[in-house]
C-alpha cells in the first residue's frame, strides 16, 4: 500500500523549488561565477583547469588557486545547459535542495517530532540567506551538502553501533574540504563533537579518521607544499597586516616597553578580534537587519534572517536548553556554537555570509523548535507575520535589489562580451578595457573559447598594443589599460574598442550622444539610471 502523500511537505519544496530555479539569469554572472564555470567548462573539454593541469585536485585560475570541488560537480550541469547562467547556477541550486533533504533526513535519524522537521524545510526553503548562496554559482551549498550528508552517515553509524557506514562518512566529509576553505576548520570539529556525544568507539575514530585522512591527502600537500593555504594566510587574523600594523603602533608609542608587549602582540589583538567576530555573528544586524556588507551576499533591506525569527530563536533555545541531556539537542547546540568559528578566526569575519553559511541550518532548526513551543494561535500569527516579512523580501529583491546591486553583479558584460563575439569577425582587433574589471576570463566565457587554446597565456600587462600596455590572445584579442584616455590617440576603424566609461571617459560626458571627433559608437550599454557602463568604438 502506497503511503498517504504529505501535501504539506510537498509544498514546502516545492515552495523551495521555485525559489531556487526561477529565473536564474535574472541577475548578470559575476566574475567568480564566471571563472568557476569556465573552469569546469574546461575540466569539461580538455580533462585540466584552464592553466592546462590535468585533473587538478587544486585549481589555478588567472588570479588564485582554487579548491575545485565545485567546479567538478558542476560538470553536468554545464554539459546540459551549457556555459551561460543556467549552466552555472542550476548545480548551486541543485545541491541547495540536496541539502535540504539532507536535514530533513538528520532530524529523522535524531527522531526529532515532525512538525519540527517542517517548519525546519520551511525556514531554509524560505530563507534570504539559503536563497541567495542557492541562486549563484558559490560553492558554499556543495559544501553544506556534504557535510550534512557526513553528519547524517555518522549519526546513522553511531546510533546503530556499527561502523557500516564510517567509510562513506569519511569520504563525504573529506570531499567537503575540496569544497571551501570554511570546511577546514568546521569538519574536525564537527566529527569530534559527534563522536564525542556519541561515545565511540576507538575503532570508530580511526576508521573515520583514516578514510578522511586518505581523501584529503592531495589537500593536505597542497596546504603543505602548494598553494591550498595561500587564501587563508592572506584573511587569518593572525597573519594580516592591519594586526601587525596594530601592535607596531603601540609598541612604538608605548617606546617598545615590556608592558607593551604583553599586552600588544599579536596573540592578544588577535584574540580580541576573533571574539569580537564570533560574538558578532549572533548580532541583530548581521542576523535580522542588513547581513553582509557585500551587496552580492545579502540583500542590505532584508536580513539573512526574517524578524520573527528572533522570539523564535529565543524560545528554541530556552527550550533545549531544558532537553539537554539529549544527544540530538547536544548536537543541535554545537553545531550553531561551531559554525562561527572559522569565520572567526578571518580578519572580517564578524559579518561575512559565506563563511558563516553553515550557522543557517541550526539556526532554521532552533526557530522550528521554538515555533513548535507555541500554541495554535501564536503560530498563525507568527505564519501571518512570516507571510508579511517573505513578500516585502520577494518584493525588493524582483523590484529593486537588481537595479541597487547592478555594479556587484558586474553587470553590463554579458552584453559587451555578446556584441565582440557576433562582430569580431569584422575587425583585424578587438581591444578591451581591463581596468574596470579583468575582461579576459569574460571574454573566454561568452565566447565560449576553447580553453586548450590558452593554456599558457601570459595575462600580465607588459605589452605595447597599438599604443596601450596590455596582452593579446592569438586570436588578436587584446586586452589593455586605456588610461591614457580612449581620445589620447586616433583609433583605428579597423578595430573593435570595448571601453569602460568609468575608467576611460568618466564623469557625466556620454560619449553616445558626444563621441570625439574621429570615433563612432556603435554601442552603448547602460545601467538601470540609464548612466553608460561600456561603449562599443571604432575610429572613423
Known amino acids: 500500500m502506497l503511503k498517504r502523500i504529505d501535501w504539506v511537505l510537498v509544498l514546502i519544496l516545492g515552495l523551495a523549488v521555485v525559489l531556487r530555479v526561477v529565473r536564474l539569469d535574472y541577475l548578470e554572472l559575476f566574475g567568480d561565477e564566471i571563472d568557476a564555470g569556465y573552469q569546469s567548462y574546461s575540466l569539461l573539454k580538455t580533462q ?3 592553466k592546462g593541469h590535468v585533473l ?22 554545464i554539459s546540459i545547459f551549457g556555459l551561460n547562467e543556467w549552466g552555472v547556477r542550476l548545480t548551486s541550486a541543485f545541491f541547495g535542495l540536496i541539502s535540504m533533504g539532507l536535514v530533513w533526513l538528520i532530524l529523522k535519524e535524531l527522531k526529532v517530532r515532525q512538525d519540527i522537521g517542517k517548519y525546519s524545510l520551511l525556514f531554509l526553503a524560505i530563507s534570504p540567506w539559503h536563497v541567495q548562496y542557492s541562486r549563484a554559482g558559490f560553492e558554499l551549498t ?43 576548520v568546521f569538519v574536525p570539529l564537527i566529527c569530534l563533537t559527534i563522536l564525542i556525544i556519541y561515545k565511540a568507539s ?13 581523501v584529503c591527502l592531495p589537500l593536505i600537500y597542497q596546504i603543505l607544499f602548494g598553494h591550498a593555504g595561500d587564501r587563508f594566510k592572506t584573511v587569518s587574523v593572525f597573519s594580516h597586516k592591519d594586526v601587525a600594523a596594530e601592535v607596531d603602533e603601540y609598541r612604538n608609542a608605548a617606546g ?8 600588544y602582540n599579536k596573540a592578544v589583538i588577535g584574540g580580541k578580534r576573533i571574539l569580537f567576530n564570533y560574538t558578532n555573528a549572533y548580532s541583530g544586524d548581521f542576523l535580522f537587519r542588513m547581513g553582509d556588507v557585500t551587496f552580492r551576499h545579502s540583500l542590505h533591506k532584508v536580513g539573512n534572517l526574517y524578524w520573527l525569527q528572533l522570539p523564535l530563536l529565543v524560545l528554541g533555545v530556552a527550550y533545549v536548553l531544558k532537553l539537554r541531556k ?17 569565520s572567526s578566526l578571518t580578519i572580517d569575519g564578524f559579518n561575512h555570509a559565506s563563511r558563516l553559511f553553515l550557522m543557517v541550518y541550526p539556526l532554521s532548526i532552533m526557530s522550528a523548535v521554538g515555533m513548535v513551543s507555541l500554541g495554535r494561535r501564536w503560530k498563525y500569527l507568527i505564519l501571518l507575520g512570516l507571510i508579511f516579512e ?10 529593486f535589489y537588481k537595479n541597487e546591486s547592478w555594479r556587484w553583479w558586474h553587470s553590463g558584460y554579458k552584453k559587451a562580451m555578446t556584441y565582440v563575439a557576433d562582430n569580431k569577425q569584422n575587425y ?28 599558457g597565456v601570459d595575462d600580465r600587462m607588459n605589452q605595447s598594443i597599438d599604443g596601450f600596455d596590455g596582452y593579446c590572445l592569438s586570436d588578436n584579442s587584446c586586452f589593455v589599460d586605456f588610461k591614457q584616455g580612449i581620445t589620447s590617440k586616433p583609433l583605428d576603424k579597423e578595430v573593435l574598442y570595448l571601453v569602460s566609461h568609468e575608467r576611460s571617459i568618466g564623469g557625466d560626458w556620454d560619449f553616445s550622444k558626444n563621441p570625439s571627433a574621429g570615433i563612432e559608437v556603435l554601442e552603448t550599454i547602460r545601467n538601470y539610471k540609464n548612466e553608460p557602463i561600456f561603449y562599443l568604438l571604432k575610429g572613423q
Open 326 to 342: 539529549d544527544n540530538g539537542i547536544k548536537l543541535l547546540l554545537a553545531s550553531l556554537l561551531i559554525a562561527p568559528i572559522p
Open 202 to 214: 576507538l575503532k570508530s575514530y580511526l576508521v573515520l579518521g583514516l578514510t578522511g585522512l586518505i
Open 142 to 184: 556543495v559544501m553544506a551538502t556534504w557535510v550534512l550528508l557526513g553528519v547524517w552517515l555518522l549519526i546513522k553509524t553511531l546510533g546503530i553501533k556499527s561502523n557500516k557506514w564510517l567509510i562513506g562518512a569519511g569520504f563525504a566529509f573529506g570531499a567537503a574540504l575540496y569544497t571551501y576553505n570554511t570546511a577546514n
Open 428 to 455: 583585424k582587433k578587438v581591444l578591451m578595457d581591463n581596468t574596470y574589471e579583468p575582461a579576459l576570463v569574460r571574454y573566454l566565457f561568452w565566447n565560449q573559447i576553447n580553453p586548450r587554446t590558452i593554456w
Open 390 to 399: 517573505f513578500s516585502n523580501y520577494q518584493l525588493y529583491y524582483w523590484n
Open 56 to 77: 587538478p585536485f587544486y585549481g589555478q585560475s588567472f588570479s588564485e588557486w582554487r579548491a575545485l570541488g565545485w567546479m567538478y560537480v558542476a560538470i553536468p550541469f
Open 48 to 50: 585540466a583547469d584552464y
Open 256 to 263: 617598545n616597553s615590556l608592558w607593551s608587549k604583553v599586552f
